[in-house]
């Protein structure tokens, strides 16, 4: 009965099932069958000194004693002969190491379960550059790619000429052929250097679980290595676009273990695709189990995901908090695509620094050049010259100036300001009676390579018709902070997306450029800064507002808005009449000026990604938005919620409304669109073959609608019948920052502004543009050297630029 019951059984599963589905059954039930086995399996192998590196462990080749093994759940060190026997468990799936201080793998950290007849063996050879008191490494993130372009160069030969130890790829290598790609070209024999793999939530793809093609590209979701003085962990994203196998419990259970295998003091440091928490308590919770990292000397998290740069040091742990944008691109909220290199020591994390892709050997001079970019001042030539190189750093940079015969008649050194720019100079008495001369800036990289050029500058008798009337480094790079003109002086404000020292806000003289005061904020201060009632008024990427006296930069009041998880904030807030608008989300709020008190606070809206667009007060009511969320029309009196809207690519916020005549110019994805910002509703809208997610507002003239692209340089539209005039394009940007663009992308994030009849705008290749109006025509063209993010600002006839190497600029009769 049991045998007819059973062949009848088995005719009902052929009848009622495809051969496919059938098939897909039997796969499955082997799956577990296999798992029952592992369940009592016996894991033996060995670690050895693979000295003739050809990954098997030969007759004479030492064992390596006291190295952690794990089979995923149970972790063990081998004896001293560099044996190992694990028990398994029933997910048992890997057998693998954690790399010991001083050494790098000849082959994979891990071997597939059943993958071998014999023993789980692993080699290891010595490696100077994970041993010492401290160690540097690379990370790359959320590359979400297929296609192998310049920045994987960028990385490998960083990492080869600058004594790096290895490279985290923090997740999101993105779907079945960005995983394949990265697999097949990404590699630690393709880069000459270990990398390693968090899986983030757009590499759980489909299959038997969310993670199988993961395992079997890169191995396991969760692991760990030493190296330098450090111990480093890799875990897997909670959940993602398909179901994974694991669970947050069994994550918890193997880092118990394999923290209870490390020494205490040993820092530690884990990478994960997402932050797990914005507070300082690193408290790790499955629906069973926790753990408490802080009680484990966790250092740093290091993630990605947000697609930002945004480096933070909890003031109470000291715990870093360091994401970066991806290298192939610019950020969702803008951020300047980039890799950052983390240098750990005994105490943690020593030094971050964000390494900018695609540059090879970038030198531009941009004072002294040609007639009018001359500047001599107390009797000094001045020399300013932006370099960058995104393999290498600079080791130093000199000027040498040549009369028209050829003759060496000076020569200076220079001095670094910023990772990007040189200054130095040179007595104008040493110069001679020439007026016509030949300057030849000559750069040494780190990397022994050397590169040299040569332009030609004029000295002229008639300073009143020069373009350059000064130019001052600040010390920091500057994003979005186009300068601020206020009581007879201007202000200009830094970022620093490594250590936080060289952020802040700075005073300086409009007539010669001289620093009058400095103020150091907590964190950078991204977007544009604010004044009113004799105050300067500012919110940095932590969520810190600072209202500082625009006399003296004295603080006067200082408050913290209440920012409680991520995106950092990268906004710009607005002020008018006593009242200054700021923050984003739960904490986008009014203040009151003169003492910093909240008048309200948004309670109707959360969520979204990092926005780059400054407030836009339109009449009674302002505007904000939230990144891939809403653009939002609040009672700027009461902050009630007016209007939202989602629709028609205006989830897309990245650039700032414009308020003419009653009616808000503000752009969506490939549109832009005329609004009533009492009720949200579109009275007119361009729809465009343009992406405008740019950090640029739209000038809006008596004949023009003008905006900027983030990959086609700048357009113009008929303000009457909407349709396009002209556009203009510029080079193709040196730093990638729109959303998803990169190589052969001629962004501008800089606003078009009206000049003397003229339109001026400053783009990402490094280039102040003058054209016409009416034509787009290119008028002239001033080269910086360093992108141009911020926006321009003109006072009287006196233009000031603020470029991304810490530059500030006065420049008249353009």
Request: charged letters at 20%; hydrophobic letters at 35%; glycine letters at 8%.
């Amino acid at each position: 009965m049991i045998a007819r019951s059973g062949s009848r059984f088995n005719r009902l599963l052929l009848f009622k099932f495809t051969h496919k589905q059938a098939m897909r059954l039997l796969m499955i039930l082997f799956f577990f069958l296999s798992l029952v086995g592992t369940a009592n399996a016996q894991f033996k192998g060995k670690v050895f000194l693979d000295k003739n590196k050809n990954k098997l462990a030969d007759t004479g080749e030492q064992g390596m004693p006291n190295v952690a093994v794990s089979d995923g759940q149970n972790v063990l060190r081998t004896d001293k002969e560099g044996s190992f026997s694990l028990p398994g468990h029933s997910k048992n799936r890997f057998i693998f190491i954690t790399v010991p201080s001083g050494y790098k793998l000849t082959d994979k950290h891990y071997i597939k379960v059943g993958a071998t007849d014999k023993a789980y063996n692993f080699g290891i050879v010595e490696d100077p550059t994970s041993a010492g008191a401290s160690v540097k490494m690379l990370q790359i993130t959320d590359t979400e790619t297929d296609k192998y372009n310049d920045w994987i160069v960028n990385v490998k030969d960083y990492a080869k000429k600058q004594g790096i130890s290895f490279i985290v790829h923090t997740g999101d290598i993105c779907y079945e052929k960005g995983l394949n790609f990265h697999a097949n070209q990404i590699t630690s024999e393709a880069l000459g250097k270990q990398i390693f793999y968090c899986i983030g939530n757009h590499d759980l793809v489909k299959g038997a679980y969310g993670e199988e093609l993961f395992e079997n590209l890169f191995g396991p979701v969760y692991y760990s290595f030493d190296a330098g003085p450090a111990h480093f962990i890799v875990t897997p994203m909670r959940s993602g676009d398909f179901q994974p196998s694991y669970t947050v419990d069994e994550v918890i259970g193997w880092m118990k273990n394999d923290l209870a295998a490390v020494d205490k003091n040993k820092p530690v440091i884990i990478f994960n695709h997402d932050l797990l928490t914005y507070n300082d308590q690193f408290i790790l919770k499955g629906k069973k189990d926790s753990i408490n990292l802080n009680d484990n000397n966790l250092k740093a998290w290091v993630y990605g995901h947000w697609h930002n740069n945004f480096v933070r040091k909890s003031e109470n742990t000291g715990i870093h908090y360091i994401s970066s944008a991806p290298p192939d691109k610019g950020g969702i909220d803008n951020s300047a695509g980039q890799f950052l290199s983390i240098e750990i020591d005994e105490n943690g994390v020593k030094e971050v620094k964000p390494h900018y892709t695609y540059l090879h050997k970038h030198l531009v001079v941009s004072t002294p050049s040609g007639l009018d970019m001359v500047k001599v001042k107390n009797g000094a030539l001045i020399i300013n010259a932006n370099v960058y190189d995104s393999e290498t750093t600079v080791k130093n940079v000199k000027s040498i100036i040549y009369d028209t015969k050829g003759n060496k008649v000076a020569e200076t050194a220079l001095t670094a300001n910023t990772d990007w720019n040189w200054e130095g100079k040179i007595a104008t008495a040493k110069l001679g009676k020439e007026k016509q001369l030949t300057i030849q800036t000559e750069v040494v990289f780190a990397d022994g390579e050397q590169h040299i050029q040569k332009q030609t500058f004029t000295i002229g008798t008639n300073t009143e018709k020069a373009s350059l009337k000064w130019v001052s480094n600040i010390k920091g790079n500057i994003w979005k902070t186009a300068p601020l003109f206020a009581e007879g002086r201007l202000f200009a404000a830094t970022i620093d997306d490594g250590n936080n020292i060289n952020c802040g806000i700075t005073a300086l003289d409009p007539q010669s450029g001289k620093v009058l005061w400095h103020y150091k904020t907590r964190n950078s201060i991204k977007h544009e800064m604010a004044y009113d009632s004799g105050l300067i008024l500012c919110t940095d990427m932590e969520g810190f507002t600072y209202a500082l006296k625009a006399s003296s930069g004295e603080l006067v009041w200082k408050k913290d808005l209440g920012m409680k998880s991520l995106p950092g904030y990268i906004s710009a807030g607005v002020a008018e009449n006593g009242i200054y608008y700021t923050g984003a989300e739960g904490y986008f709020q009014a203040l009151e000026v003169k003492s910093g008190k909240t008048i309200w606070v948004n309670k109707e809206w959360r969520g979204g990604e990092g926005t780059p667009e400054k407030m836009t007060i339109a009449g009674e009511v302002i505007i904000t938005g939230s990144n891939w969320q809403s653009l939002f029309g609040h009672d700027k009196k009461t902050g009630k919620l007016l209007w939202k809207r989602s629709d028609e690519g205006l989830r897309f916020r990245s650039s700032t409304g414009k308020y003419v005549n009653g009616k808000l110019y503000i752009t969506g994805l490939n549109s832009i669109f005329v609004i009533d910002p009492q009720t949200g509703k579109t009275l007119q809208k361009i729809d465009a073959d343009y992406e405008f997610k740019v950090m640029a507002t739209p000038l809006v003239t008596d004949r023009h609608i003008i905006m900027s692209t983030a990959k086609h340089g700048v357009v113009a539209y008929d303000v009457n019948t909407l349709k396009e005039v002209w556009d203009t394009t510029t080079g193709n940007a040196l730093v990638y920052s729109a959303p998803y663009a990169g190589p052969e992308s001629a962004t501008v994030e800089c606003s078009v502004i009206r000049y003397k009849n003229k339109l001026l705008f400053g783009a990402s290749d490094g280039f102040i543009y003058v054209i016409e109006e009416n034509s787009g025509k290119v008028l002239r063209k001033i080269n910086l050297g360093a992108p141009i993010f911020a926006d321009l600002s003109v006072v009287e006839n006196t233009v000031y630029v603020a470029d991304f190497a810490g530059n500030v600029f006065a420049l008249t009769n353009i």
